[in-house]
C-alpha cells in the first residue's frame, strides 16, 4: 500500500506562482512513476504532468512552459512547481503513484487561482 499526502494548494492571484508536494509513504517495493492530475468543477480528472521512474517528464499541453515537475527519490516526494497561473488552473490537483500495476491517489489540494 502507498499512502500519499499532497501539499501547498490555496489562494494565488493570476501571473502567480504555488508549489505543490506529496510525500510517499507505506508498505511497497517501488514506486513506478509519479505524477499530478486536476479535477476543475464540472470537469473529468485531466493528467497535468507526470515523471516515470527512467526519469522523462510528460505534460499537458496546457501547462507545458509554466510547470514543472520533479522528483526526489531519495525522499519518495514529487513536486510540481507552477508558475504564470491562470483562472482556469484553479482544481483539486491529486498526486497519483504507480506501483506495480497499482494506482494510488492523495485526497488532494486545492489550487485557486483568482484575483
Known amino acids: 500500500q502507498v499512502q500519499l499526502v499532497e501539499s501547498g494548494g490555496g489562494l494565488v492571484q493570476p501571473g502567480g506562482s504555488l508549489r505543490l508536494s506529496c510525500a510517499a509513504s507505506?508498505?511497497?517495493?517501488?514506486?513506478?512513476?509519479m505524477g499530478w492530475y486536476r479535477q476543475a468543477p464540472g470537469k473529468e480528472r485531466e493528467l497535468v504532468a507526470v515523471d516515470t521512474s527512467g526519469g522523462s517528464a510528460d505534460y499537458a499541453d496546457s501547462v507545458k512552459g509554466r510547470f514543472t515537475i520533479t522528483r526526489d527519490n531519495a525522499k519518495n516526494t514529487v513536486y510540481l512547481q507552477m508558475h504564470t497561473l491562470k483562472p482556469e488552473d484553479t482544481a483539486v490537483y491529486y498526486c497519483?503513484?504507480?506501483?506495480?500495476?497499482?494506482?494510488?491517489w492523495g485526497k488532494g489540494t486545492l489550487v485557486t487561482v483568482s484575483s
Open positions: 507505506g508498505s511497497f517495493f517501488s514506486i513506478n512513476a
Open positions: 497519483n503513484a504507480l506501483s506495480g500495476h497499482i494506482n494510488f
